[in-house]
């Protein structure tokens, strides 16, 4: 009788396990700046006060994720792995990307590091240097959607819901020349 109740126990932990082997899928709506010039590009972001600690902003509302405000986006090669330049990772899969950008950041500074350095600014009302203003309903996003496996001894999967707004060389309108003294 003992071995039916404990081969009964072993059915039932089996089955049990069996059940918790299900995938699990998360979601987020990321949004990034990718670089399709032809040099290294600097971003300096100028998050709102609740996204800002320092010189870090709080890069995630589904995590825990803090990154520094002022980073390097290389040339981009078109690898979607890639993520260099992510500005955020948001939960809500509602919201347009211009609006996120909007709700995290008050303005966002691009230059390059050739010879002329080119100023590209970015605030809620007002483009400099861009034909397109990133904050702006009417900017145009690439748009993909990513799966990445996250399984450990569990079956995860991230889904991203990623939004890319291209900073190309033929949209820079204005080059200031600045002083690297």
């Not at 990307?97 to 950041?105: K, Q, R, T, V």
């Not at 966002?108 to 100023?119: L, M, P």
């Not at 399984?151 to 020349?177: E, G, P, V, W």
Request: some cysteine; proline content about 2%; hydrophobic content about 40%.
């Amino acid at each position: 009788m003992k071995t039916i109740l404990k081969f009964a126990a072993l059915l039932l932990v089996l089955v049990g396990s069996l059940g918790s082997c299900k995938e699990t899928v998360t979601e987020s709506l990321d949004i990034f700046v990718k670089n399709r010039t032809d040099s290294a590009i600097c971003i300096k972001l100028y998050p709102k006060a609740a996204y800002r600690d320092g010189l870090l902003y709080r890069s995630s509302d589904i995590g825990s994720g803090f990154r520094d405000t002022e980073f390097i986006i290389p040339i981009d090669d078109d690898n979607m792995y890639n993520w260099d330049g992510q500005l955020f990772e948001s939960g809500n899969l509602n919201i347009e990307p211009y609006a996120l950008a909007a709700e995290i950041f008050d303005s966002i500074y691009i230059s390059t590091a050739n010879k002329e350095r080119v100023i590209i600014k970015f605030t809620h009302d007002n483009v400099t240097g861009y034909s397109e203003n990133i904050f702006s309903e009417h900017s145009t996003w690439d748009f993909e959607i990513v799966e990445r496996d996250m399984s450990d001894f569990r079956k995860r999967t991230n889904r991203a819901y990623q939004h890319r707004f291209l900073i190309l060389k033929d949209k820079i309108t204005h080059k200031s020349i600045i002083n690297s003294e």
